[in-house]
């Protein structure tokens, strides 16, 4: 496949980035036999001195020795190097050699020295800065020396900063690129838990996900609360953030659902935000049909929108879907950030959990910031979720009279 074959060029640093079981172990396997191997078994090939660098000495052996796409399962019998566990190192019959080094002990990579490295999953190392820097200082033999790095994408540093190096080439695949090689039922069972959360975006898709600085929500907490069967809601609140325009280049219509259980003193109340019911360019009239029918799936309370923008004209459109929709119009008077600070409190105090396909909105939440947002286009769902969440818990409505116990 593409991703797995190395890119043309001038670089030092190839990341080969995908989900889990895209087939990044057989790529970094076979990028180290193109290295050390000759035309003949024992000719030379152009590197001659291996550093492989994993998380545990456990891990080199087991997914980049001997796993079933590791060095050994790749290489031909007449090719084939031999495993010196005393040495801690792989010997080929042209004599090349691989050292196996740990990013538990970077001081481990002090002293030796490679004109090749394969690195195994950077991002989830907990010394990963110190060991990349140690092993950039040992990569000083032959003409060219290069590291081949195979990851699942974290949000950590040392992965960010590669990326961003000119001399860094990235190729990126899916799981579903190595389809043909993985079990359906594993494919089928996490594409049913995890399809539209950001957790499968970055261990499925490949994708790196980033947490802007001084986010109010982080991919972490957000990570933390899912929930996959949240029912018996004392009350459900549709949120509004209207679009005043349409077409393809038009803001999103924020739609977002949240229920509420309500026993207690408001201190004790929890929410759920059940679905995203958000549209994309859509005419007035089309958003307000998404959003009453929003009310009608999920049997909501309430329909709040912001007016800011609207004014008189959403509670009007909305009127000519459902004369009867239960609807209140509110006002911004503060800014995006505080109305969401004490949302985001909600978060962090752990009485807020989501449904698991969620994604687009928690892009957005993850990039709103105490400075504003810093994603692209406008917040609209995080500013629909933050008007369900005031309706519901900040500042919920002086009719409210507890209702009885609501079900999905």
Not at 207 to 217: F, H, I, Q, T
């Amino acid at each position: 496949m593409d991703h797995q074959l190395p890119p043309e060029g001038d670089w030092r640093t190839w990341v080969i980035m995908g989900g889990r079981g895209a087939g990044k172990t057989r790529a970094g396997a076979e990028w180290v036999r193109s290295k050390v191997e000759g035309p003949t078994p024992f000719d030379h090939g152009t590197a001659r001195r291996v550093a492989l660098v994993g998380e545990t000495i456990e891990q080199v052996r087991e997914v980049m020795i001997f796993g079933e796409s590791g060095i050994l399962a790749c290489s031909p019998p007449d090719r084939r190097p031999t495993w010196v566990a005393g040495r801690k190192r792989l010997e080929w019959p042209n004599g090349a050699v691989a050292t196996v080094h740990t990013a538990f002990d970077p001081e481990g990579l002090r002293g030796p020295q490679f004109d090749a490295a394969w690195v195994d999953e950077l991002a989830k190392w907990k010394k990963g800065r110190e060991t990349w820097d140690m092993l950039q200082f040992a990569l000083r033999l032959g003409d060219d020396p290069r590291v081949c790095v195979t990851t699942t994408p974290r949000n950590v540093g040392v992965l960010k900063d590669l990326l961003q190096m000119p001399s860094t080439v990235t190729t990126h695949a899916a799981t579903e690129a190595n389809a043909a090689n993985l079990a359906a039922s594993f494919l089928e069972e996490v594409r049913a838990r995890y399809h539209g959360t950001r957790l499968g975006r970055q261990e499925l898709d490949g994708v790196l996900l980033s947490d802007a600085e001084g986010a109010l929500w982080t991919t972490e907490m957000l990570e933390a609360c899912h929930r996959r069967e949240v029912a018996g809601f004392d009350r459900i609140v549709v949120g509004l953030d209207p679009a005043v325009t349409s077409g393809s280049s038009a803001d999103e219509c924020g739609i977002v659902v949240v229920g509420a259980h309500m026993q207690g003193s408001p201190q004790d109340w929890t929410a759920h935000v059940i679905a995203d019911v958000s549209v994309q360019g859509a005419r007035p009239s089309e958003w307000a049909r998404a959003a009453v029918g929003a009310v009608d799936q999920f049997q909501a309370d309430r329909l709040v929108a912001e007016v800011n923008q609207g004014g008189q004209m959403v509670g009007e459109v909305v009127r000519q879907i459902d004369p009867l929709v239960p609807y209140r119009a509110v006002h911004a008077t503060r800014g995006k950030v505080a109305r969401a600070e004490p949302v985001a409190a909600l978060y962090e105090q752990g009485r807020v959990t989501h449904a698991p396909d969620l994604g687009a909105l928690e892009d957005q939440m993850v990039a709103m910031t105490r400075r504003g947002f810093v994603g692209s286009g406008s917040p609209d769902r995080v500013d629909a979720l933050v008007w369900a969440f005031h309706e519901l818990m900040i500042d919920p409505a002086r009719e409210y009279r507890r209702p009885g116990v609501r079900g999905l």
